[in-house]
T-cell receptor, first 113, second 115 residues
């Protein structure tokens, strides 16, 4: 059963902490994405990567960074967490040439106190 | 900027009835659309897609209609079941001139199925 796995379903962190959200996919997909989902705002793209060590800013990259050292793994980093980064974070992957056919993980709900 | 939006934020439907979820898009150059379903506590799942050279596409109990004249698409679910309760998103993958690999999502419509 193919899947996208996010390492943590629920996290609680304090303001100023460094936060790592990990995502692994087993479908050999080239493209990987990080979205955040907030009520009334839908899904907003933070960063994406179309190849190992490649990254592109999405619509809301401020306050975030990413790492793609291996094809199957895409990490989202909050260098200094803030309360406005409390959200549901969704990782997704898609095959090359079929960008819209996204496979999502279950999500990581982050609360920053 | 380009946008994808939904007309109704919440839709309540009696079990067994048909559901229609609507979506408007603004980029007339868009040539591909996808519907996703997100159940509570889960990530979105691909349901069905349609290309702009089609007006209609049918899946299992679902049909997507595309009206390019008014830039509108809809998702029809036949004989709605409790398991159809979810948030539905239309999504607009980029065209040739769009952002590389970026997919724009609508804000979602919540479908509530009344038993």
């Amino acid at each position: 059963d193919v899947k996208v796995t996010q390492s943590s379903r629920y996290l609680v962190k304090r303001t100023g902490e460094k936060v790592f959200l990990e995502c692994v996919q087993d479908m050999d997909h080239e493209n990987m994405f990080w979205y955040r989902q907030d009520p009334g705002l839908g899904l907003r793209l933070i960063y994406f990567s179309y190849d190992v060590k490649m990254k592109e800013k999405g619509d809301i990259p401020e306050g975030y960074s990413v790492s793609r050292e291996k094809k199957e793994r895409f990490s989202l980093i909050l260098e200094s967490a803030s309360t406005n980064q409390t959200s549901m974070y969704l990782c997704a992957s898609s095959p090359r040439g079929r960008a819209g056919e996204l496979f999502f993980g279950e999500g990581s709900r982050l609360t920053v106190l | 900027g380009e946008s994808v939006g939904l007309h109704l934020p919440t839709l309540s439907v009696q079990e067994g009835d048909n559901s229609i979820i609507n979506c408007a898009y603004s980029n007339s150059a868009s040539d591909y659309f996808i519907w996703y379903k997100q159940e509570s506590g889960k990530g979105p799942q691909f349901i069905i897609d349609i290309r702009s050279n089609m007006d209609k596409r049918q899946g299992q109990r679902v049909t997507v209609l595309l009206n390019k004249t008014v830039k509108h698409l809809s998702l029809q679910i036949a004989a709605t079941q409790p398991g159809d309760s979810a948030v539905y998103f239309c999504a607009e993958p980029p065209g040739e001139s769009g952002g590389y690999q970026k997919v724009t999502f609508g804000t979602g419509t919540k479908l509530q199925v009344i038993p």
